[in-house]
T-cell receptor, first 114, second 113 residues
């Protein structure tokens, strides 16, 4: 069974606040991802990482930033949250970078910016 | 480029009835295809995937999907719906020329007792 964790699960904050969404996995996977999920929309890849010290922007432009200092940890940061950032954020990992690899998802963080 | 179209954002079936969730893909190269399920307040988990070989793929919880190249489809089926199947289902595609996975918009399955 996959072990990938996200905290917090729910977050309500005011505009302008800096926030960090945490994501950790205990599977030793090299590749990790952040997706943004809105109702009725496809999942949008916003960031991914091939390994430590490797990060790339995804398909959807995002004002967030990520870091990958340790294999198991892939936090996402918003320097100044805005109502347009309200969404569900899903973290995922896969064992390799192959296009047939299964992605394992965390439970998500539902962010509301007032 | 690659894309996925899921027909029907909401599908309702009676308990015990056939489940059919539709997925069509577009890819300029041979695709790899996935179905993921998302239960309420949880992340996505893999139901099944097609990579190469047999076009009928069996997954967990009694689900299966058939890759039909001529129809560019990968529909998900289950012979008899159970209440626990109520969830949102996502079809996804990845292909060699586009080293990422593209997800569909999801289909919410409601199972009526």
């Amino acid at each position: 069974e996959a072990d990938i964790y996200q905290t917090p699960r729910y977050l309500v904050i005011g505009t302008g606040k800096k926030i960090t969404l945490e994501c950790s996995q205990t599977m030793g996977h090299d590749k990790m991802y952040w997706y943004q999920q809105d109702p009725g929309m496809e999942l949008h890849l916003i960031h991914y990482s091939y390994g430590v010290n490797s990060t790339e922007k995804g398909d959807l432009s995002s004002e967030s930033t990520v870091s990958r200092i340790r294999t198991e940890h892939f936090p996402l940061t918003l320097e100044s949250a805005r109502p347009s950032h309200t969404s569900q954020y899903l973290c995922a990992s896969s064992e390799g970078g192959g296009i047939t690899d299964t992605q394992y998802f965390g439970p998500g963080t539902r962010l509301t910016v007032l | 480029a690659q894309s996925v179209t899921q027909l029907g954002s909401h599908v309702s079936v009676s308990e015990g009835a056939l489940v059919l969730l539709r997925c069509n893909y577009s890819s300029s190269v041979p695709p790899y295809l996935f179905w993921y399920v998302q239960y309420p307040n949880q992340g996505l988990q893999l139901l099944l995937k097609y990579t190469t070989g047999a076009t009928l793929v069996k997954g967990i919880n009694g689900f299966e999907a058939e890759f039909k190249k001529s129809e560019t489809s990968f529909h998900l089926t289950k012979p008899s719906a159970h209440m626990s199947d109520a969830a949102e289902y996502f079809c996804a595609v990845s292909s060699g020329g586009y080293q990422k996975v593209t997800f569909g918009t999801g289909t919410k399955l409601q199972v009526i007792p």
